[in-house]
């Protein structure tokens, strides 16, 4: 079983449409929480950092954090086709000596104009 | 405008030779990463670095090597002795404590010819 598991899609949504993106973990040793986004050929984007359970609004984005059922969550609003690309999550295992990042395989979205 | 430099963005390797990706950061980050992106398989760790002179292997450093000499520059060293190069290399950054998210470059595309 990976450690963080991830829809790898791919997504179609019309534009103008509400996405959701999700990641569920299994190690409680995970604190700290991000989005990134990937466009074709191009580095992951940070989009969304955040520790707390609840939730963390960044204009037409929303992350997520469900600690107790160990799941996150990635909500883009009023979405464009500019926000098409790969949404990966990632996490770190504050259990370890380093910044170590734990990937999911990412999320593959189109949003059709 | 700082940030994270990877060069070149596309790279071919013959059989038996070696290679070396560059990576180049302005953000006065500690901790220097290199990860290998294949599809479906999201990102993997091959070597991180948190200070100068000092690097460790991730989990996947067996035919990489890397060096450390300063602190804004980590090549990516690709040796014949591994034996599947063909990915997409990302380098990331981070300010190194250990709940600090990471910042990647726009990576390089091996292939081997």
């Known amino acids: 079983q990976k450690e963080v598991e991830q829809d790898p899609g791919p997504l179609s949504v019309p534009e103008g449409a509400i996405v959701s993106l999700n990641c569920t973990y299994s190690n409680s040793a995970f604190q700290y929480f991000m989005w990134y986004r990937q466009y074709s050929r191009k580095g992951p984007e940070l989009l969304m950092y955040t520790y707390s359970s609840g939730n963390k609004e960044d204009g037409r984005f929303t992350a997520q954090v469900d600690k107790s059922s160990k799941y996150i969550s990635l909500f883009i609003r009023d979405s464009q086709p500019s926000d098409s690309a790969t949404y990966l999550c990632?996490?770190?295992?504050?259990?370890?000596?380093?910044?170590?990042?734990?990937f999911g395989t990412g999320t593959l979205l189109a949003v059709q104009p | 405008d700082g940030g994270i430099t990877q060069s070149p963005k596309y790279l071919f390797r013959k059989e038996g030779q070696n290679v070396t990706l560059s990576c180049e950061q302005n953000?006065?980050?500690?901790?220097m990463y290199w990860y290998r992106q294949d599809p479906g398989q999201g990102l993997r760790l091959i070597y991180y670095?948190?200070?100068?002179?000092?690097?460790q292997k991730g989990d996947i450093a067996e035919g990489y090597s890397v060096s450390r000499e300063k602190k804004e520059s980590f090549p990516l060293t690709v040796t014949s002795a591994q034996k599947n190069p063909t990915a997409f290399y990302l380098c990331?950054?981070?300010?190194?404590?250990?709940?600090?998210?990471?910042?990647f470059g726009d990576g390089t595309r091996l292939s081997i010819l």
């Open positions: 953000l006065n980050h500690d901790a």
């Open positions: 990331a950054s981070s300010r190194g404590a250990t709940n600090q998210p990471q910042h």
């Open positions: 670095s948190q200070i100068v002179n000092d690097f």
């Open positions: 990632a996490m770190i295992d504050v259990g370890g000596a380093t910044n170590k990042l734990i």
